[in-house]
């Protein structure tokens, strides 16, 4: 029997983990086994090897329990305790627990009043509308299950997309891998990991090389590399332990600017520039230029040679995706493109928790770590009153937080402290402490965390509502959105950014890798309509802090935004004059 896959194990063990949540286990098995699952599921070599040798324990969050757990699934092909739940429950409800709104105490009480146990037959009751008169359901949460069940049923299983950070923690591994090779003069990531997009489908990777074959097999030997689909002179095809697809292309040196640009994309920013070329005669491949006038075809050594060559000033890859990065780069006449921001430009962090909410690192961990990321200065912002995760903190407790904070800044050097908080936004719009107790912070920034199944138009005037608010200096992640998990709830934003540039609100593009909330197209709107920007972590532990902000970043630049229009680009004394609590004063 071969070893499973890295993807079958961390699916058997999410398995267990919604079939211990069915049981009524305690919230921290239920975890445990979460955590698990996706540790073995972004592990770069097979955890199957390492359970037989006794050594799964060295992933995070693996101990000996599920040591022994693993060693049975790789023996036996199965876990006792999965094989002994399953006879508990329909394989279909634990299908079921997956769907967004859903969760396993509520297919629970589908299965047991309603005799739901599939995805069909809970298509099939909300059809008939049978779900609505259940207590705790209503007709908004029938109709929500009904499109998440259909689109469960039509899921693409080769079409399933991982977010950006998963990837590139496998593709960097791979390009620095290939870069390491005799046989390579250069090796890129391309695609849509290189444009960081949210997620991707694969990677692509593309080489310069006079010996394509030895760098294929070099590919192919991998320690990252679960499965080899194909392998030949021009490149490779593999499957990683993560479950990542990669493609390897590789041409001679002299054409691998026309390579990376072509396998870059997108699409959409290809057949733009490829229409505009034939316009002038020229014809545009992954393998060269050709001029129909002369009949010569240019390959290039760079990018820049190939934008040069078609009339245009370099586009950097987030920018490539036909939203008038053409016309603005064009040599002969062009607006010319933004200078877009980096990392680099960031001095104040305005968004991260501690321990005083669901954090895993008190104030002064956090500071130290946000100064030695050259920082200026850091708002903690722990969860609020009403956050509703069993971390909520209540009016007493952040009075103590303040005081905690108010010495920290008086005894850390090199560094502004401030005290702030991530007010969740009650459905009528309030936040959830008393006016007060909010003006005596440095900072608030408000999000929706309860309620998400409100209509359009009551979110919209939720969240406005709360950008009224005096002492709201921020909303955060505004569309509530989880990549790739959850789609974003229903809200106009275009209203909500109408508010917010009234009401001089700031907008965070929150740095989380699953979030990136604002997304590119909305940030990008929000800035011409005169919004300040935030690009903010979000960051529960010190190591967030530095890792996130890549993908908050890729975003802004993703939307044409330069480090002036990011407002936590400011040196502490400037930005706090932008607060709104600064300007009513």
Not at 187 to 207: F, K, N, P, T
Not at 297 to 314: D, F, I, K, S
Not at 317 to 333: C, K
Not at 412 to 421: C, K, R
Request: charged content about 25%; proline content about 3%.
């Amino acid at each position: 029997m071969a070893d499973p896959t890295n993807t079958e194990i961390a699916a058997a063990l999410d398995e267990l983990g919604d079939l211990y949540e069915l049981d009524g286990a305690i919230v921290h098995r239920v975890v445990a086994y979460r955590t698990a699952a996706k540790a073995v599921r972004d592990a770069s070599s097979s955890v199957a090897a390492l359970a037989r040798a006794g050594r799964a324990t060295e992933l995070s969050g693996i101990g000996a329990t599920l040591q022994q757990k693993l060693e049975a699934l790789v023996e036996t092909g199965d876990i006792p305790q999965a094989v002994a739940l399953r006879e508990k429950f329909p394989a279909g409800l634990i299908e079921m627990t997956r769907l967004p709104g859903l969760g396993p105490k509520r297919a629970r009480r589908l299965y047991e009043e309603m005799g739901i146990d599939s995805l069909q037959a809970l298509a099939t009751a909300a059809r008939q509308q049978r779900i609505r008169d259940l207590r705790g359901f209503g007709a908004k949460a029938e109709e929500k299950l009904l499109e998440a069940a259909e689109r469960a049923a039509d899921a693409d299983p080769l079409s399933i997309r991982v977010v950006l950070d998963r990837a590139l923690a496998v593709g960097e591994q791979v390009v620095e891998a290939l870069r390491a090779h005799p046989a390579a003069q250069r090796v890129e990531l391309a695609g849509s990991a290189r444009r960081m997009c949210d997620s991707v489908r694969d990677l692509d990777v593309v080489a310069a090389s006079d010996d394509g074959p030895a760098l294929a097999l070099a590919l192919a030997g991998l320690d990252v590399v679960e499965a080899v689909w194909s392998s030949g002179e021009r490149g490779a095809r593999v499957r990683t332990h993560n479950g990542v697809s990669v493609d390897l292309k590789v041409v001679a040196p002299h054409q691998f600017g026309n390579l990376l640009q072509h396998f870059t994309g997108s699409q959409a920013h290809n057949v733009a520039l490829r229409e505009a070329a034939v316009k002038r005669g020229l014809h545009v491949s992954e393998y060269g230029i050709l001029d129909d006038t002369t009949g010569e075809t240019t390959t290039c050594e760079t990018e820049q040679q190939v934008y040069q060559r078609l009339g245009y000033a370099y586009i950097e890859p987030e920018l490539r995706e036909n939203r008038g990065e053409l016309r603005a780069a064009a040599l002969d006449g062009g607006s010319g493109l933004p200078e877009l921001i980096e990392v680099g430009d960031l001095r104040g962090e305005l968004h991260c928790h501690t321990v005083a909410s669901d954090g895993v690192a008190d104030v002064e961990e956090m500071a130290y770590a946000a100064r030695d990321l050259g920082l200026e200065y850091i708002a903690f912002t722990d969860h609020s009153a009403s956050h509703g995760f069993g971390d909520d903190v209540s009016p007493e407790q952040l009075e103590a937080q303040i005081e905690r904070v108010r010495a920290a800044n008086l005894a850390i050097e090199g560094i502004e402290l401030l005290i702030g908080s991530e007010v969740n936004i009650l459905p009528d719009g309030s936040p959830d402490y008393a006016d007060e107790l909010l003006a005596r912070l440095d900072w608030a920034i408000a999000s929706v965390h309860t309620s998400f199944g409100l209509s359009e138009r009551a979110m919209t005037e939720r969240v406005i509502a709360a950008a009224e608010h005096p002492s709201i200096d921020a909303i955060g992640h505004l569309t509530g959105r989880k990549i790739e998990r959850r789609p974003p709830y229903a809200i106009d934003v275009e209203r909500v950014i109408e508010a917010c540039a009234r009401t001089g609100t700031m907008l965070e593009i929150n740095s989380a890798p699953d979030r990136r909330d604002l997304d590119d197209v909305h940030a990008r709107a929000a800035a011409q309509a005169g919004v300040r920007i935030l690009v903010n972590t979000d960051a529960h532990r010190p190591a967030t802090l530095a890792s996130a902000r890549r993908y908050g970043i890729a975003t802004a630049r993703r939307a044409w935004l330069t480090a002036a229009d990011v407002a936590n680009t400011r040196p502490w004394q400037e930005f706090a004059t932008l607060r709104k609590r600064a300007q009513a004063r």
